[in-house]
């Protein structure tokens, strides 16, 4: 496999973990005791502004949005090459915030993209959606076949494409982020094309 090939396989295809579906555990606990101990640890958090958070730890960045020294919403990505992918994220009990304009506030300090888990509960579907009412771009793509890709036109179309573990999602902040996304996709085909090696992921 060229370089070509070797780039685009750690931009877009990464693996992650095996999941067979959301359990229904809520991993809100789970997170704030985790930044906790590491902030007790002597890791110290960006104040990014407005109440948001922020601990990196090699690849792993934990965003959360705090108020009144309480955690509303926490999230754990990992470090790609091109944006950030979604671990865990949780929510307290009550709270009025909502994740999509959480996810909006990452999107504008990280200034990359994020990619979705790879299997999205009913709860994901609804941020997800939001953020497209919202003006967000979302490109999704078959992460076992990247020829099968496109920019989300609606919510229904959406709404097609969740609970399916072979798709992935890409939340863009801009016009100039997600022709990154495009064009990606677009010159792997050209590059097929051009040395005429047919569909090779």
Do not use: C
């Amino acid at each position: 496999m060229s370089s070509y090939y070797d780039r685009f396989e750690r931009e877009w295809l990464f693996e992650t973990p095996l999941s067979t579906g959301p359990s229904g555990h809520d991993p809100y606990t789970d997170l704030v005791t985790a930044i906790k101990t590491n902030i007790q640890s002597g890791n110290i958090p960006d104040d990014v502004g407005d109440g948001l958070k922020k601990l990196e730890m090699g690849s792993q960045v934990t965003y959360w949005l705090d108020s009144n020294n309480t955690v509303e919403v926490i999230a754990q990505f990992e470090k790609k090459a091109t944006g950030l992918y979604v671990e865990l994220i949780g929510k307290r009990a009550g709270s009025t915030m909502y994740a999509s304009k959480f996810y909006e506030m990452v999107l504008l300090d990280a200034d990359r993209l994020i990619f979705s888990g790879d299997m999205l509960s009913n709860q994901g579907l609804g941020i997800w959606k939001q953020l497209f009412r919202d003006g967000k771009k979302l490109f999704v793509y078959d992460i076992s076949n990247s020829s099968n890709n496109k920019t989300i036109d609606s919510e229904q179309e959406l709404q097609s494409y969740m609970n399916d573990k072979k798709y992935r999602f890409v939340l863009s902040e801009s016009v100039k982020q997600h022709s990154l996304v495009t064009t990606s996709f677009d010159l792997l085909r050209t590059y097929n094309l051009t040395f005429n090696l047919g569909d090779r992921q």
